[in-house]
């Protein structure tokens, strides 16, 4: 079982529509939890934090979190062909020495925008 | 200082070669990563240093491969006898001291092709 899990895609959906994008991981002590955007060639941006059971809300962007069912996602209102990208799923791995935030990475699920 | 800087961004090197490569970090961040990404897959940690104490290593940096951050500044990652297989971007990240859960933000990569 692979560490974090997302569906890779294509995930195609029309422009004005909501995304969702979904991530599990199997680390219980897992402790917080990052959606990064990723366009074709450039790096990860980071777009989401979340680390507590819930919802949290961020302009267009809206993050929920289950710990009990170690599920992440991310859903997108208002869909924008902008949006089209690469979105990667990390979850903090909290024994790393000294603190810090050692990440462990989905494969990223592909968002295609359509007009 | 606006966010993290990597340098080069492309390097293209014969096998067998060495390369190295730069990253400053976010001027207040003490934390910096460095990660590997091959074409579909998330980025993979290869080690982190919380001022100039390397805390943690991979299993992914094998003894070809030395990261130093001698000021708690800037890094550097070198890269000893290239291999066709250590074609991928490498990605630096940094963050700030405060805690664990603490956000991570990429530079813009340093894109390796061995020929």
């Known amino acids: 079982q692979k560490e974090v899990e997302q569906n890779s895609g294509p995930l195609s959906v029309p422009e004005g529509a909501i995304a969702s994008l979904n991530c599990t991981y199997s680390?219980?002590?897992?402790?917080?939890f990052f959606w990064y955007r990723q366009y074709s060639g450039k790096s990860p941006e980071l777009i989401m934090s979340i680390y507590s059971n819930g919802d949290k809300e961020d302009g267009r962007f809206t993050a929920q979190l289950n710990k009990a069912s170690q599920y992440v996602s991310l859903l997108i209102r208002d869909s924008q062909p902008s949006d089209s990208a690469t979105y990667l799923c990390a979850v903090n791995r909290p024994r790393i020495t000294g603190g810090g935030n050692k990440l462990t990475f989905g494969t990223g699920t592909q968002l295609k925008v359509e007009l | 200082d606006t966010g993290v800087s990597q340098d080069p961004r492309h390097k293209i090197t014969k096998r067998g070669q060495n390369v190295t490569f730069r990253c400053d970090p976010i001027s207040e961040h003490n934390r910096l990563y460095w990660y590997r990404q091959t074409l579909g897959q998330g980025p993979e940690f290869l080690t982190y240093f919380q001022n100039e104490a390397q805390l943690e290593k991979s299993r992914l940096l094998s003894d070809r491969f030395s990261a130093e951050r001698p000021k708690g500044s800037f890094s550097t990652l070198e890269i000893q006898r290239t291999e066709q297989g250590d074609s991928a971007m490498y990605l630096c990240?940094?963050?700030?001291?405060?805690?664990?859960?603490?956000?991570?933000?990429f530079g813009q990569g340093t894109r390796l092709t061995v020929v």
């Open positions: 990240a940094s963050s700030p001291p405060q805690g664990s859960n603490t956000e991570a933000f």
């Open positions: 680390d219980r002590v897992s402790q917080s």
